[in-house]
């Protein structure tokens, strides 16, 4: 018989190979861990008690908030924040950087999308956690700029929590990525996806396509290009895209696939955030093989400007992030795009 590992065991014995390490990070991913059973239970209980529609609120970034949104908003402030590992949130849902009281307070510091996907909530469509984790790094109990603004690379471990047909935790602190399925009837995460390895393939193609018309040029001649590899002898590509970030990267994660979510003329910086989105992702497609772009930069060496500092962002197969990043050089008339990846 298959030996079954939970969660909390693989982040232990993922621990080992650090001797030194005084396995407060462990402790913080498995107080992640806790928080997202909880949000999916109230996931899935949306249908039956009151909680589904408009919290009558909007966030920061101007966005309606359901009140699935503030159930798992309060329910990270509260598993995580209460922890004693973190000294400060960041979350998609606070226009200010949340610093925790001294009696909690620890040496993390956590960004998270408390549940992404916000349009497809009431729907039934798949939607989750997103998290990017630091280190402090300032000396002393205050926390600084230093420790809260700093590029994706310095990031000690990343993951989300996707509530679909099944939950899945899916975290990586460096070394590869690994996938945990929910097994709702003992409450506990059992290891179902070892070392994540991007397919070689790209095979997916998500983006909005109904943001055409406000495309820069070089989206056209990217897509262009990308489609221009079926033909009626065979379908190399297919489009999937549902409009939550997480689940679309899931999918392209275990599938091999392109997303692209770039600056448009209703969004000039791109919408998604770097700290909360863009980031933790870009950590985990990295060490499963893949890429992530802005267009110019790798994400990860971007340096936020604030909380919710946006980025356009391009993540997947290497060789279509690379194709990306030809084709914005070659609109700005530097290089061509044509060599196609
Ligand atoms: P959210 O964090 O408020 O849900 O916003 C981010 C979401 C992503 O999950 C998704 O990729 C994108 O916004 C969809 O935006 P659009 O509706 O413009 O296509
Ligand atoms: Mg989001």
């Not at 190399?236 to 409009?243: A, P």
């Not at 400007?305 to 070659?330: D, M, Q, Y």
């Amino acid at each position: 018989m298959d030996r079954l590992t939970t969660l909390t065991q693989h982040i232990r014995d993922a621990q080992l190979q650090h001797p030194g390490a005084s396995g407060e990070l462990s402790s913080l991913l498995t107080q992640i861990g806790v928080a997202g059973k909880l949000i999916s239970s109230k996931v899935n209980m949306a249908g039956l008690v009151k909680i589904r529609g408009s919290a009558g609120t909007t966030n920061i970034q101007g966005e309606v908030q359901h009140r699935l949104d503030q159930l798992a908003e309060q329910t990270i402030r509260d598993v995580v924040g209460r922890s004693g590992y973190v000294c400060a949130l960041m979350s998609e849902e606070e226009e200010e950087v949340i610093e925790i009281d001294e009696a909690y307070r620890g040496r993390y510091v956590v960004a998270y999308d408390p549940l992404d996907g916000s349009s497809n909530i009431d729907y039934n469509v798949s939607i989750g956690t997103i998290f990017s984790i630091f280190r402090k790094v300032s000396p002393g109990d205050e926390v600084t700029k230093a420790d809260l603004y700093r590029c994706g690379t310095e990031q000690v471990a990343a993951g989300y929590i996707i509530y679909g047909s099944s939950t899945v935790f899916v975290y990586t602190v460096g070394q590869g990525v690994h996938g945990f399925t929910l097994d709702p009837t003992v409450g506990e995460y059992i290891l179902s996806h070892e070392d994540i390895r991007l397919p070689s393939a790209c095979k997916v193609l998500s983006v909005n396509t109904c943001n055409g018309p406000y495309w820069s040029a070089w989206v056209h001649d990217f897509l262009g290009q990308l489609l221009a590899r079926n033909d009626d002898q065979k379908r190399r590509l297919t489009d999937r895209h549902i409009g939550s970030l997480v689940a679309d990267f899931h999918r392209n994660l275990l599938m091999g696939g392109i997303f692209l979510y770039p600056e448009d003329a209703r969004s000039p910086k791109g919408k998604l955030r770097l700290m909360y989105e863009a980031n933790p992702l870009a950590f985990i497609i990295e060490q499963a093989g893949g890429s992530a772009t802005n267009g110019r930069d790798r994400i990860l060496e971007i340096e936020p400007e604030w909380a919710h500092h946006r980025v356009p962002l391009v993540i997947g197969n290497s060789a279509e992030v690379e194709l990306a990043r030809r084709c914005v050089l070659a609109a700005s008339g530097n290089g061509s795009s044509e060599s196609e990846a």
